[in-house]
């Protein structure tokens, strides 16, 4: 079986920033995504992001 470039594209709109609670708005967040076919996961990608803030 030949091998084939893929390509994946995710794209959203940002959060509306007065839905999220104040509490949630500093911390972590993260996505996963997992792709599978045939009952078999092919593809797994993830991203983690931590908001911080200091107060001067």
Known sequence: ???K???LMLQ???P?????PKGD???ATAVFLSC?????????????V???????
């Open 1 to 3: 079986m030949a091998s």
């Open 5 to 7: 470039d893929t390509k």
């Open 12 to 14: 959203a709109e940002p």
């Open 16 to 20: 509306d920033r007065e839905k999220i």
């Open 25 to 27: 708005a500093i911390g």
């Open 36 to 48: 599978f076919y045939k009952e078999h996961q092919f593809f797994r990608v993830g991203n983690f």
């Open 50 to 56: 931590n908001n911080e803030y200091i107060d001067p």
